[in-house]
């Protein structure tokens, strides 16, 4: 069974650090990209960063370049996003994902963690 399972969420105050972990199973995906979309009560999912497989290119939305880092571990099938300086605005349940070959309109094959909470109070 193919599964992508989120931990490290939790709540943590305005410029505080947290770091995400999204650890695959059930199949490699080394090749795959993986990353992370969030959603704030009553806003739609948005992305937040990806990393690709073989190449490990990244990609940050705007607003979290220079604060979020994400990274990969192949040998273990994990990836990372290391979140500092966080603010309220970060906000959300932070859903991780592996698609075979794309980094923003993810596709219906792809597969989805079942999501963290990251609160951030000021």
């Known amino acids: 069974q193919v599964q992508l399972v989120e931990s490290g969420g939790g709540l943590v105050q305005a410029g505080g650090s947290l770091r995400l972990s999204c650890a695959a199973s059930g199949r490699s995906f080394s090749a795959y990209v993986i990353g992370w979309f969030r959603q704030a009560p009553g806003k739609e999912r948005e992305f937040v960063a990806a990393i690709t497989g073989r190449r490990t290119n990244t990609y940050y939305e705007d607003s979290v370049k220079g604060r979020f880092t994400i990274s990969r571990d192949n040998t273990k099938d994990i990836v990372f996003l290391q979140m500092n300086s966080l603010q309220p605005e970060d906000t959300g349940v932070y859903y991780c994902?592996?698609?075979?070959?794309?980094?923003?309109?993810?596709?219906?094959?792809?597969?989805w963690g079942q999501g963290t909470q990251v609160t951030v109070f000021s």
């Open positions: 994902y592996a698609d075979v070959m794309n980094v923003y309109d993810i596709g219906i094959r792809a597969y």
